[in-house]
């Protein structure tokens, strides 16, 4: 007889956490228990379903790098006890989130999973019971030898799993919230499990998971736009303790050729700045000194961040700076996947 799975729910808050209280009609958290009465049929899974919550949830417009910290120190406490983890949390920032972990858990070996909802967990048409239901499957799946088949950080959405540092919220409305613009689905859900097996990132080495702990926060985010002035770009490239700046540029990483814009680039990659270059686009990778009007942004100094997404861009730049690692090695670092974050070409 097979050994019974077990997976770890951990509640952060968001709308999955949410019902409506039936006196006032508003919104207020639930406990497991509560979930359980909502969504029966987690009975009918064999597997253990145990779970931890924030004291007091929180929305996910309020996480900062402290609460990942908290998750990542409860997976640490918990990792030989259950096969897989399901964080429950907010849509807004759940991408930023999970992209954070993946850099923060190093040698993963299970499944973490997060998932959330566009309604809550006590409306009829609540996508929050799929949602939950689906990512505890998953992360108690394993193959006939007991090894689980995913080993990294996820998000799950609607009939899709992703990598978390591949995804980004695109929808505030529908059910479907969650895109990976530049990498496929590692699962696609139906009738069936479909696992994409050639995506799925293998974790050979069996090393022992290692958290890191220490996450940098100066940083910035820098959004070109037609008629951005010398004044905001110096504003945000001189802000007090910056370390690393994530310029949004245009298309295939193209920038305005303006003299004083060159010169604010410059001046900040010689004071130590890092700043690695995105594009706005949703789908496709930076090409650094494909077209001219990226030639001045190499000769400044700025780094190609390919085709990372915005979330991911950012939680790398705070877990190497966290690392406290020299300068030209996080550079180089950015300009490389660490957890299957980026495409270089």
Not at 226 to 235: E, L, R, S, W
Not at 261 to 284: K, M, P, S
Request: glycine fraction near 6%; proline fraction near 4%; hydrophobic fraction near 40%.
């Amino acid at each position: 007889m097979p050994i019974q799975k077990s997976v770890l729910l951990i509640f952060t808050g968001g709308t999955i956490s949410m019902a409506e209280d039936p006196q006032t009609g508003a919104l207020k958290p639930l406990d497991f228990n509560r979930v359980r009465e909502f969504i029966p049929e987690l009975k009918l899974l064999e597997i253990q379903i145990d779970s931890v919550a924030f004291n007091p949830l929180i929305d996910s417009s309020d996480v900062q790098p402290h609460h990942w910290i908290k998750i990542a120190e409860i997976i640490e406490d918990k990792y030989e006890d259950y096969d897989g983890f399901v964080i429950l949390h907010g849509t807004d920032t759940m991408a930023y989130s999970a992209s954070a972990l993946s850099f923060m858990l190093e040698n993963l070996s299970k499944p973490i999973i997060f998932t959330g909802a566009q309604l809550p967990i006590g409306m009829l048409r609540t996508d929050a019971k799929e949602n939950l239901l689906t990512s505890i499957e998953i992360a108690a799946n394993s193959d006939k030898n007991g090894i689980a088949t995913i080993h990294e950080v996820c998000i799950y959405f609607e009939d899709s799993l992703f990598r978390g540092n591949r995804t980004t919220k695109k929808n505030a409305e529908l059910f479907n919230a969650f895109a990976s613009y530049n990498y496929p689905p590692l699962v696609k859900v139906g009738v069936h499990f479909n696992f994409s097996n050639t995506h799925i990132h293998q974790n050979i080495q069996h090393k022992p998971l290692k958290v890191h702990k220490q996450l940098n926060p100066n940083i910035a985010i820098l959004k070109l736009f037609p008629g951005i002035t010398a004044q905001t770009v110096h504003a945000i490239l001189n802000a007090d303790g910056l370390q690393a700046v994530v310029l949004e540029s245009y298309g295939a990483g193209n920038a305005s050729r303006q003299q004083w814009f060159y010169d604010c680039l410059t001046e900040a990659v010689n004071r130590d700045i890092i700043i690695v270059n995105i594009t706005q686009c949703n789908v496709g990778s930076v090409q650094m000194g494909l077209y001219e009007t990226s030639l001045n942004l190499q000769k400044a100094g700025v780094i190609s961040g390919f085709d990372l997404t915005t979330e991911a861009a950012l939680t790398k730049l705070m877990f190497l700076l966290g690392e406290n690692l020299p300068i030209e090695v996080i550079k180089t670092k950015m300009q490389q996947p660490v957890v299957g974050e980026m495409t270089c070409i």
